[in-house]
């Protein structure tokens, strides 16, 4: 099977821009979760998706939004970007996400620059 | 919310020396404790997880230890080789019905001396 892929790879945009982040999961998989990864803060939980639901949500801005499509895609919006969002997101999808398939897998991440 | 703490941030081991990583969670209700280990520009991947009703779990040279009384876990790494040098994170959640996301630690680097 294939594994999580995220595009775009690498990303830069400017201060006030907003930024469309994508993911596809592993196929199969319906949760897809989302996390920003930063020197200083380490792996941060964003929101996380199950059947174009959002069941659960970090504590982020709500620059920061989500969603998901019927073929388990997601996307992340940013929007108003600021230096401090520059980072490393990543997206992780499970099988399901509930009491027996908490596995979760990560792509390989979008690395975003904000100048 | 969770909280997890991992020690220690930096370790070095000689080479076929063994490697231990603390954690420690805060919410009693977390069920779930995976690792995952990250290699420099590389995604994290799941090395190995235990659940709660478990006490430990073994593959091959990995094992995880979890102490529920005390709230706490360990990975343990044997025989280890220059290509278990990375960043490896701890994290808990709790999933009773959805799948919450994984509270992390901030990561231990594992250094493997040769």
């Known amino acids: 099977k294939a594994g999580v892929t995220q595009t775009p790879r690498y990303l830069i945009k400017t201060r006030g821009q907003q930024v469309t982040l994508s993911c596809s999961p592993i196929?199969?998989?319906?949760?897809v979760s989302w996390y920003q990864q930063t020197p200083g803060q380490g792996l941060q939980f964003l929101f996380e998706?199950?059947?174009?639901?959002?069941?659960n949500k970090g504590n982020f801005p709500g620059r920061f939004s989500g969603r998901q499509f019927s073929n388990s895609r997601s996307e992340m919006n940013v929007s108003t970007l600021e230096l401090g969002d520059s980072a490393l997101y990543l997206c992780?999808?499970?099988?399901?996400?509930?009491?027996?398939?908490?596995?979760?897998?990560f792509g390989p991440g979008t690395r975003l620059t904000v100048t | 919310g969770e909280n997890v703490e991992q020690h220690p941030s930096t370790l070095s081991v000689q080479e076929g020396d063994s490697a231990v990583i603390k954690c420690t969670y805060s919410?009693?209700?977390?069920?779930?404790f995976p690792w995952y280990k990250q290699e420099l520009g590389k995604r994290p991947q799941l090395i190995i997880d235990?659940?709660?009703?478990?006490g430990e779990k073994k593959d091959q040279r990995i094992a995880v230890t979890l102490n529920k009384t005390a709230k706490h876990f360990s990975l343990h790494i044997t025989e280890t080789q220059p290509e278990d040098s990375a960043v490896y994170f701890c994290?808990?959640?709790?999933?009773?019905?959805?799948?919450?996301?994984?509270?992390f630690g901030k990561g231990t680097h594992l250094i493997i001396q040769p």
């Open positions: 235990i659940r709660s009703n478990v």
């Open positions: 196929s199969g998989h319906r949760s």
């Open positions: 992780a999808s499970s099988l399901e996400g509930g009491v027996s398939n908490y596995e979760q897998y």
């Open positions: 994290a808990a959640s709790y999933s009773g019905g959805g799948a919450d996301g994984l509270t």
């Open positions: 998706y199950f059947s174009e639901t959002q069941r």
């Open positions: 919410d009693s209700a977390s069920n779930y």
